[in-house]
């Protein structure tokens, strides 16, 4: 099977390696990554989407490298200048990714979509692929603790710094959100689909919230593909093992398929671990912990020529 068109679902800085891996190997163009925006939150009077930048940034190639997230070399004067007016921020700020939330918040404020002003800004980092916000309403991911109660995303996971111990997570608004015609149509033009290895239930169930959009996944023609966040009993990055726990659910890569159940046709796990056994998907083990720039094209390409030729 010839694959010419990719659909990404993607959140944070695990899935923004694969799709940067999968923009190497792939035409310009035959890339759609539609990202999360769960996490996305209005901050001293800006809007900021840190998964959409997060991916915007890493396929524009001016991500930083240490982190995974925000702008190489940036520099954060502007939050050293809030100190000096008492204020004690919280979440980082770089000054050069403060640029992209006042233009962002300055279009919002105009009128204008997040589909639109993501196409714009992407477009002047000369990225190549496209990347679509999972929809133009605001959803907001909460997250029930113990310790605190619900807590807005970003209170929870860099506030807190993702320690509380969670009981449940909700999505606000998602019940007046919508799959955007751009969404919609990445969909139908799609060979494969494929789900990235972020946070199951952090950065994929929000997309899966928005209305409509579980339905194009179930109604898909073309083959859909998981990969596990979940490598020999840990996360690779952040609270997904954590959470996993807090929830009830095994740490394991077969409850990341069992989550996926229905959605997907393939799932791809380490090969490290016990091939996971479920009904009516096909697995492979493959090294899928992504080190450096090579090993992400590397996985990239063993993804698609796997899909390509069982399907």
Same mark, same amino acid.
């Given at each position: 099977?010839?694959?010419?068109?990719?659909?990404?679902?993607?959140?944070?800085?695990?899935?923004?390696?694969?799709?940067?891996?999968?923009?190497? #190997?792939?035409?310009? &163009? @035959?890339?759609? *990554?539609? +990202?999360?925006?769960?996490?996305?939150?209005?901050?001293?009077?800006?809007? /900021?989407?840190?998964?959409?930048?997060?991916?915007?940034?890493?396929?524009?190639?001016?991500?930083?490298?240490?982190?995974?997230?925000?702008?190489?070399?940036?520099?954060?004067?502007?939050?050293?200048?809030?100190?000096?007016?008492?204020?004690?921020?919280?979440?980082?700020?770089?000054?050069?990714?403060?640029?992209?939330?006042?233009?962002?918040?300055?279009?919002?404020?105009?009128?204008?979509?997040?589909?639109?002003?993501?196409?714009?800004?992407?477009?002047?980092?000369?990225?190549?692929?496209?990347?679509?916000?999972?929809?133009?309403?605001?959803?907001?991911?909460?997250?029930?603790?113990?310790?605190?109660?619900?807590?807005?995303?970003?209170?929870?996971?860099?506030?807190?710094?993702?320690?509380?111990?969670?009981?449940? #997570?909700?999505?606000? &608004? @998602?019940?007046? *959100?919508? +799959?955007?015609?751009?969404?919609?149509?990445?969909?139908?033009?799609?060979? /494969?689909?494929?789900?990235?290895?972020?946070?199951?239930?952090?950065?994929?169930?929000?997309?899966?919230?928005?209305?409509?959009?579980?339905?194009?996944?179930?109604?898909?023609?073309?083959?859909?593909?998981?990969?596990?966040?979940?490598?020999?009993?840990?996360?690779?990055?952040?609270?997904?093992?954590?959470?996993?726990?807090?929830?009830?659910?095994?740490?394991?890569?077969?409850?990341?398929?069992?989550?996926?159940?229905?959605?997907?046709?393939?799932?791809?796990?380490?090969?490290?671990?016990?091939?996971?056994?479920?009904?009516?998907?096909?697995?492979?083990?493959?090294?899928?912990?992504?080190?450096?720039?090579?090993?992400?094209?590397?996985?990239?390409?063993?993804?698609?020529?796997?899909?390509?030729?069982?399907?």
């Amino acid at each position: 099977m010839a694959i010419a068109r990719v659909l990404l679902l993607v959140g944070g800085v695990g899935g923004a390696k694969l799709a940067h891996g999968l923009a190497q #190997i792939l035409p310009p &163009g @035959a890339l759609t *990554a539609v +990202v999360n925006t769960g996490d996305d939150f209005w901050h001293y009077g800006l809007r /900021v989407c840190p998964d959409m930048d997060t991916v915007m940034y890493t396929l524009g190639g001016i991500v930083d490298p240490i982190n995974g997230w925000g702008v190489r070399d940036d520099t954060t004067h502007t939050l050293d200048a809030l100190r000096r007016y008492g204020e004690q921020p919280w979440f980082r700020l770089g000054d050069q990714d403060i640029a992209t939330h006042l233009l962002r918040t300055q279009a919002i404020r105009r009128g204008e979509s997040l589909t639109s002003i993501t196409r714009r800004l992407s477009g002047a980092l000369s990225i190549q692929q496209t990347i679509l916000p999972m929809t133009d309403a605001e959803v907001a991911t909460i997250v029930d603790t113990e310790e605190y109660g619900e807590l807005a995303f970003q209170e929870y996971f860099v506030r807190h710094r993702w320690q509380p111990r969670v009981k449940a #997570i909700r999505f606000a &608004g @998602a019940e007046s *959100a919508f +799959v955007t015609a751009a969404v919609a149509d990445a969909f139908k033009a799609a060979d /494969v689909i494929v789900i990235a290895p972020s946070n199951p239930w952090l950065s994929i169930a929000p997309i899966l919230s928005v209305p409509g959009m579980r339905d194009l996944l179930l109604d898909r023609r073309v083959p859909s593909a998981a990969l596990t966040p979940i490598i020999r009993g840990a996360a690779v990055k952040g609270p997904t093992a954590k959470i996993m726990g807090e929830l009830g659910y095994e740490i394991t890569p077969l409850a990341v398929a069992q989550f996926y159940h229905g959605l997907i046709d393939c799932f791809i796990y380490d090969s490290g671990d016990p091939p996971p056994q479920i009904s009516d998907v096909r697995t492979v083990g493959m090294d899928a912990l992504m080190r450096s720039e090579p090993d992400r094209v590397r996985l990239a390409g063993e993804i698609l020529d796997w899909i390509g030729a069982i399907l």
